[in-house]
């Protein structure tokens, strides 16, 4: 877990880190979080003079904002845990707001990351799996079940590798971390090797690692290209821990993506620029728009 005191200019006050503890399952991961913000209001009151006048809290998965529910996580185990009430009852009633994980860290980027001055932006982390979130002047469109922008599960190889959402070839079975991982792992023969692992490989002028390099690139071209069909974005953000690979990434997906286009608007392709405090600025964003909201009824 990553955590924050957050200025309403988007600065980070304080920064923490913490283990979930999901180990010990679901319901020892809701005592951490709330025992992680208890502890940071502790800090705000005794390093700033005040406890935080509102909370913000990002989880992965399936989220209702609008119920405040964290609806379903495989990672963490949860089933429609109450997140919104539990954390503000423990911090003493102050509003608290629940975004996605990923949505969350696209309204980081879009409004003070690399996608300021973007009215309509595409924030798409590449990692061991691949989500979006779709950026709609200011805000981030979560439609109409709260699993908009799910960019990784579109289908770009029918038939090809499975993926965890049960459908076969998805963008996140053949371009994230992990899928990269496993296929230089077989080209390379080292059961251990990983998408860093690659990347360097690449730079480095092995054929093999190009191979796979390549394919990866391909199936993200064919995703996005997909994605900027529909939404009409003018940035592409590509974040997460792929995109630490720099130009070994941008330099042939710009390409491939510029080859795959015909009548759509060819986006700006940028790195995210907030790394990985996008989802505790995010969150802090959903706080502060909270007491906006608020103030203004």
Same mark, same amino acid.
């Given at each position: 877990?990553?955590? %924050?005191?957050?200025?309403?200019?988007?600065?980070?006050?304080?920064?923490?880190?913490?283990?979930?503890?999901?180990?010990?399952?679901? @319901? +020892?991961?809701?005592?951490?979080?709330?025992?992680?913000a +208890?502890?940071?209001?502790?800090?705000?009151?005794?390093?700033?003079?005040s406890?935080?006048?509102?909370?913000g809290?990002?989880?992965?998965?399936?989220?209702?904002?609008?119920?405040?529910?964290?609806?379903?996580?495989?990672?963490?185990?949860?089933?429609?845990?109450?997140?919104?009430?539990?954390?503000?009852?423990?911090?003493?009633?102050?509003?608290?707001?629940l975004?996605?994980?990923?949505?969350?860290?696209?309204l %980081? @980027?879009?409004?003070?990351?690399?996608? =300021?001055?973007?009215?309509?932006?595409?924030?798409?982390?590449?990692?061991?799996?691949?989500?979006?979130?779709i950026?709609?002047?200011?805000?981030?469109?979560?439609?109409?079940?709260?699993? +908009?922008?799910?960019?990784?599960?579109?289908?770009?190889?029918?038939?090809?590798?499975?993926?965890?959402? *049960?459908?076969?070839?998805?963008?996140?079975?053949?371009?994230?971390?992990?899928?990269?991982?496993?296929?230089?792992?077989?080209?390379?023969?080292d059961? @251990?090797?990983?998408?860093?692992?690659?990347?360097?490989a690449?730079?480095?002028?092995?054929?093999?690692?190009?191979?796979?390099? =390549?394919?990866?690139?391909?199936?993200l071209?064919?995703?996005?290209?997909?994605?900027?069909?529909?939404?009409?974005? =003018?940035?592409?953000?590509? *974040?997460? *821990?792929? +995109?630490?690979?720099?130009?070994?990434?941008?330099?042939?997906?710009? @390409?491939?993506v510029?080859?795959?286009?015909?009548?759509?608007?060819?986006?700006?392709?940028?790195?995210?620029?907030?790394?990985? %405090?996008?989802?505790?600025?995010?969150?802090?964003?959903?706080?502060?728009?909270?007491?906006?909201?608020?103030?203004? %009824?």
């Open positions: 877990m990553k955590a %924050a005191l957050a200025g309403a200019d988007g600065t980070l006050l304080y920064e923490a880190r913490r283990p979930t503890g999901r180990e010990h399952g679901p @319901e +020892a991961v809701v005592e951490a979080v709330l025992g992680f +208890a502890e940071l209001r502790d800090i705000g009151k005794t390093r700033f003079g406890t935080a006048a509102a909370a809290v990002a989880v992965p998965g399936i989220v209702d904002e609008a119920a405040g529910l964290a609806v379903y996580s495989a990672n963490l185990g949860w089933r429609n845990v109450p997140m919104r009430a539990l954390l503000s009852a423990h911090l003493g009633g102050v509003p608290v707001a975004g996605h994980d990923v949505r969350t860290g696209g %980081a @980027e879009g409004r003070i990351g690399a996608g =300021q001055g973007a009215g309509r932006f595409l924030f798409v982390p590449l990692g061991t799996g691949i989500a979006g979130a950026g709609i002047e200011g805000r981030i469109e979560t439609g109409a079940h709260g699993s +908009a922008g799910e960019i990784g599960h579109i289908v770009v190889r029918p038939g090809g590798p499975p993926c965890g959402c *049960g459908q076969r070839g998805c963008l996140e079975a053949l371009a994230s971390a992990a899928a990269i991982g496993r296929d230089w792992a077989a080209a390379c023969g059961p @251990e090797a990983g998408a860093a692992d690659a990347a360097k690449v730079a480095s002028g092995d054929p093999r690692a190009a191979a796979v390099w =390549q394919n990866a690139v391909d199936a071209a064919d995703g996005l290209v997909t994605g900027l069909t529909l939404l009409d974005p =003018q940035t592409l953000i590509i *974040g997460g *821990g792929l +995109a630490e690979a720099g130009d070994t990434l941008f330099v042939p997906l710009r @390409e491939a510029r080859r795959r286009v015909t009548f759509q608007r060819l986006p700006s392709i940028v790195p995210a620029a907030l790394g990985d %405090a996008a989802g505790c600025l995010g969150a802090g964003l959903l706080a502060w728009d909270l007491l906006s909201t608020e103030v203004s %009824a």
